[in-house]
């Protein structure tokens, strides 16, 4: 089972939806969620993190975590055409000694005018 | 505020050859993590250096070696480089409190033939 797991796509929604990206994770440990977009030949950008369970909301991305569930989401309203890029789950864990990221392969997400 | 700079942007080599990548981190962070993305997968983390040693490391073989400078500025060496080597090759810089938050360069491609 990899260590974190998410649907590579693609996903298509058309322009103003919602786009819903999801996440899974294996270990219980895992304590920091990150989730980067990166446009194809570009790096990853970091646009939004969460510690606690729940929602956090930045503009039109809202971040979701379930620990007990072992899941991790990603919501983006009024999806426009520059949000079409690929999205990356991270995790880091508890005792880890810092800064070892562990990402999924990505969701590739197509926004249609 | 310079952000995290990676030389040289593209690189070809052959087979067996060596290759050193580098590496200067966003202004004022002082910890640089290095990863490897292949063609469509996530980013893998290789090892990461602080106070210039490294502070942890990857699944990768001791081909793969660093190097952190007093200014922070960091080298990725590869020996013995063989095609799987292919990949972008990415710097993330953090600080070392919140090594959770990292920011990418935009990477090195490296192509081996």
């Known amino acids: 089972q990899k260590e974190v797991e998410q649907n590579s796509g693609p996903l298509s929604v058309p322009e103003g939806a919602i786009a819903s990206l999801n996440c899974t994770y294996s270990?219980?440990?895992?304590?920091?969620f990150f989730w980067y977009r990166q446009y194809s030949g570009k790096s990853p950008e970091l646009i939004m993190f969460?510690?606690?369970?729940g929602d956090k909301e930045d503009g039109r991305f809202t971040a979701q975590l379930n620990k007990a569930s072992q899941y991790v989401s990603l919501l983006i309203r009024d999806s426009q055409p520059s949000d079409s890029a690929t999205y990356l789950c991270?995790?880091?864990?508890?005792?880890?000694?810092?800064?070892?990221?562990?990402f999924g392969q990505g969701t590739e997400l197509s926004v249609k005018p | 505020d310079a952000g995290v700079t990676q030389s040289p942007t593209h690189l070809i080599k052959t087979r067996g050859q060596q290759v050193t990548l580098r590496c200067s981190p966003k202004?004022?962070?002082?910890?640089v993590s290095w990863y490897q993305q292949a063609l469509g997968q996530g980013p893998q983390f290789i090892f990461q250096?602080?106070?210039?040693?490294?502070?942890q490391r990857g699944n990768f073989p001791d081909r793969f070696s660093g190097h952190q400078f007093p200014n922070y500025s960091s080298e990725l060496n590869v020996n013995a480089l063989w095609l799987g080597d292919s990949a972008l090759y990415l710097c993330?810089?953090?600080?070392?409190?919140?090594?959770?938050?990292?920011?990418f360069g935009p990477g090195t491609r490296l192509t081996v033939l």
């Open positions: 202004s004022g962070h002082d910890t």
């Open positions: 250096y602080y106070e210039e040693e490294e502070r």
């Open positions: 991270a995790v880091n864990l508890i005792g880890n000694q810092g800064g070892k990221l562990i």
């Open positions: 270990d219980r440990g895992s304590q920091s």
């Open positions: 993330a810089s953090s600080l070392a409190g919140d090594t959770d938050t990292q920011y």
């Open positions: 969460i510690y606690s369970n």
